[in-house]
């Protein structure tokens, strides 16, 4: 009885946020749909016969976010001009920007051990390692059977010797 009317209370609401989001745009339309799904699903899904809960994810926003995550990593795995300091960091500033939006936006992306990853790589390489290990333990300890926590780790056991030595110095 309680799913029934957390179901049916979800629908009126996305009812009216239906007419509200018309009015409001585009990217507030998918936050509602996002929301009114999660709120629907999380109502139907409460039975132990379903299996468990998982986030809905969104076919537009994970080709959108696919599409970034590949462009971070093209432009990661380019080498940065040692010479040209400041065109080096201008991208590595921007690779991050774009793997904080699809925290920011989408934290359920499907490929999320690869952004915390690459963005523990452009740190390392921006020479920010505190922030590089917070990230790569992220992957580590979040996603142990992840593809890229293997590098992680690798990564991590460079940067956590450096660390040590910095605090007995």
Do not use: W
């Not at 209370?9 to 009015?23: M, N």
């Not at 795995?77 to 991050?96: C, F, N, P, V």
């Not at 051990?113 to 020479?127: A, K, W």
């Amino acid at each position: 009885m309680r799913s029934q009317s957390n179901l049916a209370i979800s629908i009126l609401f996305a009812l009216a946020l239906a007419g509200v989001s018309t009015l409001a745009g585009a990217r507030t339309a998918d936050c509602l749909h996002n929301f009114c799904l999660r709120v629907s699903l999380s109502s139907v899904q409460q039975n132990v016969g379903r299996g468990p809960i998982t986030t809905m994810r969104d076919p537009e926003l994970e080709k959108q976010y696919e599409k970034s995550l590949e462009a971070a990593r093209f432009y990661l795995e380019r080498r940065l001009d040692k010479k040209d300091k400041e065109s080096s960091a201008a991208r590595l500033k921007a690779i991050q920007d774009r793997l904080l939006e699809i925290l920011d936006v989408y934290p359920q992306f499907s490929k999320i051990d690869q952004v915390y990853f690459l963005l523990g790589e452009s740190y390392y390489r921006g020479g920010e390692r505190d922030k590089a290990i917070e990230y790569l333990s992220k992957v580590v300890s979040e996603f142990p059977e992840s593809k890229v926590s293997k590098e992680a780790k690798k990564r991590l056991d460079e940067l956590q010797p450096q660390k040590e030595s910095k605090k007995e110095s």
